[in-house]
């Protein structure tokens, strides 16, 4: 009886060796360092639900733009199927001051290249995503972030940092496309929706 349950007992351990699961709020620590994660980590897991306050249906106006997000948590797999990711995405509709809409990517499918989608959480709960935008080749898009002000569930804070002002003007000869969402110090503030 204690060989077979010590049998077992090496299974299990030999097993999570090399099986590990890494906590979505750690996961910062290792892009920070610029290291890359443990090797023998299969998951970036949302262990603890840390997630889960910024899913959900938000809308906010700016400059006379009204913005919807729906935010929904996803399981994303990388590496040829060898790490899953907990990640936040984020499908999105702008219309203007009379209704007419001006982007919307609400009936795509969550791994098409319009989706926004997430890259990690940061320091002080600043959720990181990747706008791709429509023309990344002239300098729309860049990274996305997110966060809940001050712990609140209702508001929540967003802002874009452009990838880059430089475009090749044989690629772009009427220069750089204009951003869709606020950049820099511009912050689109959101309500959610019950």
Excluded at 51 to 69: A, D, S
């Amino acid at each position: 009886m204690k060989s077979t349950t010590l049998f077992f007992l090496l299974i299990t351990a030999s097993i999570s060796c090399k099986a590990q699961i890494l906590p979505v709020e750690d996961y910062r620590t290792y892009i920070e360092l610029g290291e890359g994660i443990p090797e023998n980590t299969t998951y970036i897991k949302d262990v603890n639900n840390v997630l889960n306050k910024y899913t959900g249906t938000w809308i906010g106006t700016f400059e006379g733009k009204t913005y919807e997000f729906r935010i929904k948590k996803i399981t994303e797999s990388r590496y040829d199927g060898d790490l899953l990711v907990d990640q936040l995405i984020i499908h999105y509709k702008i219309t203007n001051s009379n209704g007419a809409i001006l982007a919307d990517n609400l009936n795509l499918p969550d791994d098409h290249p319009d989706v926004i989608s997430g890259l990690y959480l940061g320091k002080n709960e600043v959720y990181k995503l990747q706008h791709k935008g429509k023309n990344p080749q002239c300098g729309q898009g860049g990274e996305l972030q997110i966060k809940l002000k001050n712990g609140s569930l209702s508001t929540l804070y967003a802002y874009l940092f452009p990838e880059g002002d430089l475009v090749d003007i044989a690629d772009c000869p009427d220069g750089p496309y204009e951003q869709i969402f606020p950049t820099g110090s511009e912050t689109l503030i959101l309500t959610r929706q019950l």
